[in-house]
């Protein structure tokens, strides 16, 4: 049986260059969710993960059951503020956020009810994403340190290009920072943009 990877099947969308941001174009995706608010480093995200991956693995493992492997794909987020000077000012407390893992086309609705039952876990999502035209970078290092290269593509090479936001932050978690050094944490940075 062949399993599907989505970094391999969708390599565009899982890679970049280091702090070079690049226009992409990011397709209609269907994601696994939960939503909240607080510091990424707080308890109410450690708890959206802790029912988000437990579906996940579920789904996949019934899945395969089913004749149709695939990877767990690396964690997403989108982060946002209903005042966005919470970022640059860093009252964590006012971030929001979407946890997120990239599922299948063939997972339903159904599935990830029947999954969430059998995890006795609630809250978690199935919804689809389409972010269109984007920017995208990989970040190496820190997460605390995505600040400056933010700052460029904010306010440099949009405005340059004539772009505006067009929705919210978007990151994709390619390293476990409970396995890698902080250093050499790798981090699809995205922004959704629009013309002006």
Sequence with gaps: MEKLDFKKADKALYSGKRNQWQLIDVPLIRYLCIEGQGAPEGEAYADALGRLYPVAYALKFRSKAEGRDFVVPPQNALWWADDP????????????????????????????????????????????????????????????????????????????????????????????????????????????????
């Design 85 to 196: 000077s919470a970022f640059v000012a860093d009252r964590r407390e006012e971030w929001r956020w979407k946890a997120m893992i990239r599922m299948p086309d063939w997972i339903s609705e159904a599935d990830v009810k029947a999954a969430m039952q059998a995890k006795a876990v609630q809250g978690v999502a199935l919804e689809e994403l389409e972010e269109g035209r984007c920017f995208q970078c990989l970040h190496v290092g820190p997460y605390r340190d995505e600040a400056p290269v933010l700052a460029e593509l904010h306010e440099q090479l949009m405005p340059e290009a004539g772009l505006a936001f067009n929705g919210p932050h978007h990151e994709i978690y390619l390293s476990d920072p409970r396995r890698v050094a902080p250093e050499k944490l790798r981090t699809i940075l995205r922004q959704p943009v629009c013309p002006v």
